[in-house]
């Protein structure tokens, strides 16, 4: 919830900032820029227990998603199944060692 929170707080930022330049001068890119700093510099300056709370929000969405303890599951499943049955990328360097295109180095 910090995380939505803290966006929207961001974006209000940029667009107050950005509007009050734009009234000012007439220059578009300058605006953004300036929307842009400000939004970013007022938010990091001001609200640091608020970016800090929404980051961890982020980090716990996001390690949910990977730690999903279902695909965990299903992945050591597929492990033991294919386990010995195919073969693995050192062995088939040292096989074809020596070899260009399947054919044999003659050295």
């Known amino acids: 919830m910090k995380f939505w929170l803290y966006t929207a707080l961001r974006f209000l930022l940029f667009g107050i900032a950005f509007f009050i330049t734009l009234f000012f001068t007439d220059s578009l890119i300058f605006a953004l ?16 227990k608020l970016r800090r709370d929404a980051s961890e929000d982020l980090v716990r969405a996001l390690d949910s998603r990977r730690r999903n303890k279902t ?20 062995d ?3 096989h074809t060692k020596g070899e260009q295109n399947g054919v044999e180095d003659s050295k």
């Open 33 to 48: 820029v300036v929307g842009l700093v400000a939004g970013f510099a007022l938010t990091y300056l001001f609200t640091p």
């Open 71 to 90: 695909a965990m599951d299903d992945a050591d499943a597929e492990d033991a199944f294919t386990e010995g049955r195919f073969a693995e990328a050192e």
């Open 92 to 94: 088939l360097e040292q």
